[in-house]
């Protein structure tokens, strides 16, 4: 349904010219379906959208303090017959960080038996764990048991 693009009054006569460009403009989340505005006004109530719309042409979604859990699809809909829609990929960088409960801090050990140090990381893209000695040396760089949810987990030394 076209919204009105302005209105005119002229003496005593009302003209109202339609806008052949303007119809409702919606955002939604891509994976879900999940309709977050139609014009400016939020239909998920989420602080952190808002919607800014310049001119008539340019519809654009903000999203404020973004999370990781914001990663994903997005999708700008135009209610045009047939449908008009444009996809968008966000993708968010989450620095590297340590799960200091899983991963070795101090280990002793007599010489001759076998020792697991283990590293654990959390981030987004999946981080590079280089295990060196305090040398410097190199002993392996990502040998991962267990890769999951950007979480990798080194074999042994």
């Not at 919606?26 to 310049?54: C, D, F, G, M, Y």
């Not at 968008?88 to 101090?106: A, H, N």
């Not at 697991?116 to 893209?125: A, D, F």
Request: hydrophobic share 30%; proline share 4%.
């Amino acid at each position: 349904m076209p919204i009105v693009d302005h209105c005119l009054l002229e003496s005593s006569k009302k003209a109202i010219t339609l806008g052949s460009d303007l119809f409702l403009v919606a955002w939604l989340r891509h994976e879900t379906q999940s309709l977050l505005t139609i014009q400016k006004h939020l239909v998920l109530k989420n602080s952190r959208l808002t919607v800014k719309n310049p001119d008539y042409r340019h519809w654009n979604l903000h999203i404020h303090d973004v999370q990781e859990s914001d990663r994903g699809g997005y999708m700008c809909q135009v209610n045009t017959v047939p449908m008009k829609s444009l996809v968008g990929f966000l993708d968010v960088v989450v620095p590297p960080s340590f799960l200091d409960s899983e991963t070795s801090s101090e280990v002793l050990s007599r010489e001759g038996t076998n020792i697991t140090l283990s590293c654990r990381v959390r981030g987004h893209p999946t981080p590079t764990i280089t295990w060196r000695r305090e040398d410097g040396q190199t002993l392996m760089t990502n040998i991962c048991q267990h890769q999951t949810e950007g979480r990798c987990q080194n074999g042994e030394i």
